[in-house]
């Protein structure tokens, strides 16, 4: 019976490599990698006595602090949906929006799709999040040199006080959890995560809970990848979730079975032609320097809208060069890497002049092009958005150029009095899977 064996899923982080702003028109596409740092999810049934009835799902998160919460749910009026509502227990009264909206959109899709063929309930289940070391600064490394002790390391706050580095942890964490949800209670015939069909229905479902979580609809880049991994990304049309209802409101239940089963999505994802030459790597740095940036999407929107013409021809130009590295680096070029990231750059740096947005602010300039001067490294650019947070380095995947890009990112903080440090992680192309549950013995209780 489905439900009654444990299992695990993981789904990856993303790096945005090239198309950032430009992805959030469907005209536009995007270069996006899946990453090697997954967020994992172990589901169990919860045992009762003999007798004993028990309406509660629990997802914790151990790694945290007070990182526990507990949900009752149940079937709401006029066609709801499955209501799902936090039991507040002892000292724990934080709420994480991701785990429940997640839960009452998986849930209510489940209900109203499987369950219809038979009285089916939901049994009392625990899910346990393992987030891989690199979604958050790590506590034990001051230096950035050391590698980390243990696979899923134990933070010493609550997961509002830790520090993330940007690798799209709450869209992994939807994309995992929905997967674990349809897996643990529905049986392989209805979804299975390894087909075409079970890919779709999980990424449909992840994106419109995602987008409710989040409060608002962007170009869903990040959910693509931890669904389908590295890819070419076109985004879906902001329209396609106009017509759900909130959670819980009437009609919410048929109006999303209808949106996630229905023909309306009109994403494309495309991961042939998508990968970067044998021996070398897609590796990111965390920089933790500069001040915040709030508000670049909507400034470099609105300078698209108040120069159509000159905005026009600077996207066009600016994805053909951004197609001409996706080429590059399928095709092993490894000789035009470093230009064709530099022509992407000069875009960029247009981009954000133009519109008053630091997307490659100075500080970053002169950090991609030291890096690019280390022996192994080819280039590099501001991820996603840009901004002072990270950059990420297409660079030979080798120990002796890690150890120099390290060697060089200490020195250079230590000069600038920041922090830089270069992450374990790496491009890998694989999205969503399902795991050994043997994996996480010793981590789950
Ligand atoms: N390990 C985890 N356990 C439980 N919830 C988590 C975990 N990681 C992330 N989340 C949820 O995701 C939220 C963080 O999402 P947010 O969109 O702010 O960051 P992000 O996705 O990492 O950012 P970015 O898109 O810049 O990479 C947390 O507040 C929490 O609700
Ligand atoms: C600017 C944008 O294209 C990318 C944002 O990426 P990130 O959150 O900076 O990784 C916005 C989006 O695609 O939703």
């Known amino acids: 019976m489905s439900g ?11 790096v945005f490599l090239a198309g950032g702003y430009l992805v959030l028109d469907r005209e536009y596409t995007a270069l996006v990698f899946g990453l ?5 999810i172990v589901a ?3 045992k009762t006595s003999p007798g004993v009835q028990l ?3 629990v997802v914790d998160s151990p790694q945290f602090q007070e990182a526990q919460w507990r949900y009752g749910y149940h079937l709401a009026p006029e066609d709801g949906g499955i209501k799902v509502t936090q039991l507040l227990s002892g000292e724990n009264t934080d709420t994480n929006p991701f785990v429940e909206v997640t839960l009452s959109y998986a849930l209510s899709y489940i209900a109203g799709t499987a369950f219809r063929r038979s009285s089916h309930t939901f049994n009392p289940a625990q899910f346990t999040i393992l987030a891989d070391n690199d979604y958050y600064s790590q506590p034990h490394s001051n230096t950035g040199t050391e590698k980390n002790p243990t696979r899923f390391a134990k933070f010493p706050t609550t997961l509002r006080g830790a520090n993330k580095t940007g690798l799209g942890s709450s869209a992994a964490l939807v994309t995992s959890l929905t997967a674990a949800l349809l897996t643990h209670y529905l049986p392989e015939s209805d979804f299975n995560i390894a087909t075409d069909e079970g890919k779709r229905t999980l990424h449909n479902l992840a994106q419109a809970a995602h987008c409710a979580a989040q409060g ?12 389908y991994g590295s890819c070419r990304y076109r985004r879906f049309s902001p329209s396609v979730l106009k017509s759900i209802p909130e959670a819980g409101a009437p009609g919410f239940a048929p109006a999303l079975t209808k949106l996630i089963d229905g023909s309306t999505w009109d994403f494309d994802i495309t991961k042939e032609g998508v990968s970067v ?22 400034k470099v929107l609105q300078w698209r809208e108040s120069n159509p013409a000159d905005s026009k021809k600077l996207w066009d130009e600016l994805q053909s060069r951004n197609e001409r590295l996706g080429s590059i680096l399928s095709e092993g070029k490894l000789d035009d890497i470093r230009s064709a990231v530099a022509d992407i750059r000069e875009l960029i740096r247009a981009m954000g002049t133009q519109s008053g947005v630091p997307i490659e602010p100075e500080s970053q300039t002169s950090l991609l092009d030291a890096l690019t001067e280390v022996d192994g490294v080819y280039n590099g650019v501001v991820p996603g958005a840009g901004g002072y947070d990270a950059v990420t380095l297409l660079m030979k995947d080798d120990e002796a150029t890690e150890k120099r890009v390290k060697d060089f990112v200490a020195q250079w903080s230590k000069e600038k009095g920041g922090q830089v440090r ?3 992680v790496k ?8 795991e050994n549950i043997s994996v996480y013995n010793g981590w789950i209780s």
């Open 36 to 40: 090697s740092a997954r967020i994992n």
């Open 422 to 424: 270069l992450l374990d």
């Open 277 to 298: 030459p044998a021996g070398t790597a897609l590796r990111m740095c965390d920089v933790d320097c500069g001040s915040q940036t709030v508000g670049m999407v909507k």
């Open 55 to 57: 309406s509660e799902i």
């Open 4 to 14: 009654a064996t444990p299992t695990a899923v993981s789904a990856p982080g993303k």
């Open 44 to 46: 169990r049934e919860i």
């Open 216 to 227: 608002k609809v962007g170009s869903g880049f990040d959910i693509a990848a931890a669904v």
């Open 427 to 434: 491009g890998e192309m694989e999205g969503v899977r399902k």
